[in-house]
């Protein structure tokens, strides 16, 4: 019961990873603090806590709008709570060649996926520094270790907070504030169905579950580790694309299916079309 009576605020806490790991917490004996936009999803988390006998408390937030990220640390903080740990996880996933990817969904990935949880980490540094205690874990994921054809703004987006990570992992040190990434390969959530996915999985090995995930963020509480990649499959891979790219990068190709794409090679010019072809400007 190594997270007993300890405060855990979760963002992306209505589904998936995240859901997964405020259930984990909470049996452990956490009070948990649970932030994402669907304020529905949100409450049955927090009654599934209730059930388990753990303690929740709800926070509509979303990771874009820097009010609503000071707002939920402002909240939570109240009559000087303390926060043990932060689990950064908020984020979403588009798909396509870099060419054809709707400009507005680019920036989508990229608001709540860097912009999100740096501002996350940067108000939850302000209060951990303070505690001269705390924890932040990010979930980042594989993407954030290699490289995938037709993932580029996901990839660049892991890529960008594997590397803020460590650059304030140093920073905090002396403030006694942990930080750790979080790397997992697929995970069976509302972001990646297999039966849709553009990865061929078979070729990947298995993907995760929730708990399965859950369990490495719970263990990750308490060490002090940098990374976290899981499954082993995962780690071995990564391991591969750092020391021999060009053939990673082959095994990579053989895993993501082919994206059908448009052949543009008759048009007079290019639409530079900021949203989805058909919807209005
Ligand atoms: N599934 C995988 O294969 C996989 C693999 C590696 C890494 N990851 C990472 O794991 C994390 C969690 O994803 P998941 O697989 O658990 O998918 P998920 O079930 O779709 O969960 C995503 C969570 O992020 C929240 N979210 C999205 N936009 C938000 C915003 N603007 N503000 C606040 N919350 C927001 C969602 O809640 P609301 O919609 O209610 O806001 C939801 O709770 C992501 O960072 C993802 O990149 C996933």
Known sequence: MKLKDKVVLVTGASSGIGMGFALRAAKDGATVLLAARRLEKLEEVKEKVE???GKAEVFQT??????????????????GRQIDVVFNNA????????YEL??????????VNV???????????????????GHIIFCSSLAGLITMPQWSVYVASKWAITGFADSIRSELKKFNVKITTLHPGAVLTEFFDPTK???DISKMGKALTVDEVAEEVYKATFTDKRRIVIPGSSQTFSNVYRFF?????KMINNMVKEVEYTDRSEEDEPEFSYVKQGEVE
């Open 197 to 199: 996915a553009d990865i």
């Open 245 to 249: 790219p060009g053939l990673a990068e």
């Open 62 to 79: 979303d990771v874009t709008k820097i009010d609503d990220v000071r707002n939920l640390f402002l909240d939570a903080t109240k009559d």
């Open 115 to 133: 912009k999100g949880m740096i501002m996350v980490a940067k108000f939850a540094t302000e209060v951990m520094v303070r505690q001269n205690f």
């Open 51 to 53: 059930e388990l006998g």
């Open 91 to 98: 984020g979403i996933g588009f798909v396509g060649n870099i």
């Open 102 to 111: 709707p400009a507005d969904e680019i920036e989508k990935v990229l608001d």
